[in-house]
């Protein structure tokens, strides 16, 4: 059985889950944080803080994976990227990112494949796709595009409550500093994972290319 993106992403989808849930859980203990070891609190006055701030908690959760349905793959794509033209390193499969591993004999390419495009753009990642379907079962490729998959949606996930949980911060955070801090944290979390993302994909780019080089 061919591991297709839809399998990958079948695979991969407790793990964003488990993300969403962490980021849930860690939201709403910052959002308590000043109370929850406040012992003067009585106990009607603490269930009442605890239903009100899960309540905000739950909501901006539920808008973010409303929204997070909205994001298709090209916007996810410009995420990790950063490009808003040809976004995909399939884009610069030949003219860059072959070039850069040493493991592909860019000749050997040039044989199997006619007219290799060098131009950026969707001639590259055209004739690109069409390699990649030849060794999509390939073990290199499928940890590649997994590892791919699930970092560029969570780069999607955390880019959403950057916005989201980072922004309500500052209005539902009584310490402005905390707020400032979190905000940044979560900033400096989408950069990582987002950067993770594009290493993974120009990953899957090169193990593609790398594989077809040497048959």
């Known amino acids: 059985m061919a591991n297709t993106g839809a399998s990958l ?21 910052l959002l308590n944080g000043e109370w929850l070891f406040d012992l003067s609190l009585s106990w009607d006055g603490a269930f009442e803080k605890v239903v009100t701030s899960g309540s ?28 808003l033209k040809n976004p995909l390193p399939g884009s610069r499969a030949f003219s860059k990112y072959a070039r850069q591993d040493p493991r ?17 753009g969707k001639a590259q990642n055209q004739v690109w796709y069409k390699i990649y379907r030849k060794h999509q079962t390939d073990r290199s490729v499928v940890d590649a595009h997994r590892n791919f998959l ?3 949606e969570l780069t999607g996930l955390s880019a959403i409550f950057l916005v989201s949980f980072g922004i309500a911060s500052f209005f539902l955070f009584e310490d402005k500093g ?38």
């Open 104 to 120: 592909i004999d860019m000749h050997v390419l040039h044989k199997k494949c006619k007219n290799l495009p060098l131009q950026v």
């Open 178 to 215: 905390l707020a400032f801090s979190y905000f940044m944290i979560l900033l400096m979390i989408f950069f990582l994972i987002s950067n993770a993302a594009k290493n993974y994909g120009i990953r899957l780019v090169q193990n593609v290319l790398a594989v077809e080089a040497a048959e």
């Open 150 to 152: 699930l970092t560029r």
């Open 9 to 29: 992403k079948e695979e991969n989808s407790p793990k964003t889950k488990i993300f969403v849930v962490a980021n849930f859980l860690i939201y709403w203990f």
């Open 56 to 83: 905000i908690a739950l909501l901006t959760g539920m808008v973010t994976t409303v929204i997070n349905g909205q994001i298709d793959n090209d916007l996810k794509d410009i995420l990790v990227f950063k490009r």
